[in-house]
């Protein structure tokens, strides 16, 4: 089963503006993953960030975590047309080194 | 650093047919694992192994899907006999040892099944 709802499915914006993911998750965490899947590269982690951090950023890259909503996001800032990908978030419960996938975003940043 | 390695790349196979992935992971990485990734969709954990041992099978339709992990180091995947929503991409990834503290799982290329 997935944890994660991301919204929205599919998002489209011109390069240098910023793009906005969000997602929802149903139980408490430990921490929560973002993991970006093209083609060319596979799936490849992002950014962490732990379920007693409210905000973490990496270059162009800002995540946001609402335990009390279970929900995070992540922007994406001056987005360029190499960050055409899915991105899915990932949550971590505890225990197993187990993580549970959301259903992803479809970015694509035109030229 | 040599990553996580699988093969073949690509397959297509006719259902009822059976088909084998393998995976390589990271020199000294104890924890593998397989995942199952429909199309649309984000990538659901099949199997996990500690050395040659499973952790979790939970969802592995254990009807047609088996993996193994004999020597604790590479892994296969395999399903008998294969039908249409086996279509998928399966992902294996490796990690050091898991426990109340996440270690990052690094993934492999993936496998694209194609079952017609």
């Known amino acids: 089963s997935q944890q994660g709802e991301e919204d929205p499915q599919a998002l489209s914006i011109q390069e240098g503006e910023n793009a906005t993911m969000n997602c929802s998750y149903k139980t408490s965490i430990n921490n929560l993953q973002w993991y970006r899947q093209n083609s060319g590269r596979g799936l490849v982690h992002l950014i962490l960030?732990?379920?007693?951090?409210r905000e973490k950023h990496s270059g162009r890259l800002r995540v946001t975590l609402d335990t009390s909503k279970k929900s995070s996001s992540l922007l994406i800032t001056a987005s360029r047309a190499a960050d055409t990908a899915s991105y899915f978030c990932?949550?971590?419960?505890?225990?197993?080194?187990?993580?549970?996938f959301g259903t992803g975003t479809q970015l694509k940043v035109e030229l | 650093e040599a990553g996580v390695a699988q093969s073949p790349r690509y397959k297509i196979i006719e259902k009822r047919q059976s088909v084998a992935f393998w995976c390589n992971p990271i020199s000294g990485h104890a924890t593998l694992y397989w995942y199952q990734q429909i199309l649309g969709q984000g990538p659901k954990l099949l199997i996990q192994f500690q050395n040659n041992g499973v952790v979790d099978d939970s969802q592995l339709p254990k009807d047609r899907f088996s993996a193994e992990r004999l020597k604790g180091v590479d892994s296969t995947l395999k399903i008998q006999p294969a039908k249409l929503e086996d279509s998928a991409v399966y992902l294996c990834?490796?990690?050091?040892?898991?426990?109340?503290?996440?270690?990052?799982?690094?993934f492999g290329p993936g496998t694209r099944l194609t079952v017609l």
């Open positions: 990834a490796s990690s050091l040892v898991g426990g109340v503290t996440y270690n990052e799982q690094f």
């Open positions: 990932a949550t971590f419960t505890g225990g197993g080194n187990k993580l549970t």
């Open positions: 960030i732990r379920s007693n951090e």
